[in-house]
């Protein structure tokens, strides 16, 4: 059974920091392309981020491009987000997700870890 | 980048009745389109991909169509369970959702 777990999220003060994880299990972590998506509250999803499964090509949106890092670490099956520089815009529930396809579309959805930004 | 538009953005209807939800995009796509439900507090769940096909364990109620720039979403025959948000995202060139759909109980 394919699950993924995300952590690090919190209550963190414009300009600070935070790195999320997302653990996975149940099936061949590296050999699938992972992304982030999140939802700030009440409103629809955004595309974040995504890593193929070697973890040598990365894409980000406009938005969150320069301030975001994405990367993975196939030995831990965890897939990371490394977030700076943060906005009050960026308060949102952050998820991760599995790729599938070529090109790919997002078929197993973790439960999201929620990200808060303000002083 | 690509504009997804989804309408409507509200849906209002009752069990049993069939409803539809377009999806269009700002230029085309192919079929590189899938769609989302989501409930309250919950993750987005996969119903269709590469525009019409459905994702194992899917009601066959839901079916999708559509190639280019215009999409839809059909659903049969609503259910209870049914009620929800509805996004279509494309992935031809990054990943772009459209802004959703909630069908609500009339």
């Known amino acids: 059974e394919v699950q993924l777990l995300e952590s690090g999220g919190g209550l963190v003060q414009p300009g600070g920091s935070l790195r999320l994880a997302c653990a996975a299990s149940g099936f061949a972590f590296s050999t699938y392309a992972m992304s982030w998506v999140r939802q700030a509250p009440g409103k629809g999803l955004e595309w974040v981020s995504s890593?193929?499964?070697?973890?040598?090509?990365?894409n980000y949106s406009g938005s969150v491009k320069g301030r975001f890092t994405v990367s993975r670490d196939n030995t831990k099956n965890t897939l990371y987000l490394q977030i700076n520089s943060l906005r009050a815009e960026d308060t949102a529930v952050y998820y991760c997700?599995?790729?599938?396809?070529?090109?790919?579309?997002?078929?197993?959805w973790g439960q999201g870890t929620l990200v808060t930004v303000s002083s | 980048d690509i504009q997804m538009t989804q309408s409507p953005s509200t849906l209002s209807a009752s069990v049993g009745d069939r409803v539809t939800i377009t999806c269009r995009a700002s230029?085309?796509?192919?079929?590189?389109l899938a769609w989302y439900q989501q409930k309250p507090g919950k993750a987005p769940k996969l119903l269709i991909y590469?525009?019409?096909n459905l994702e194992s364990g899917v009601p066959s109620r839901f079916s999708g169509s559509g190639s280019g720039t215009e999409f839809t979403l059909t659903l049969s025959s609503l259910q209870p369970d049914d009620f929800a948000t509805y996004y279509c995202?494309?992935?031809?060139?990054?990943?772009?959702f459209g802004q959703g759909t909630k069908v609500e109980i009339k």
């Open positions: 995202q494309q992935y031809n060139s990054d990943w772009t």
């Open positions: 997700a599995k790729g599938r396809g070529g090109p790919y579309y997002l078929d197993y």
């Open positions: 890593i193929s499964g070697g973890g040598h090509f990365t």
């Open positions: 230029q085309s796509i192919r079929s590189w």
């Open positions: 590469e525009a019409s």
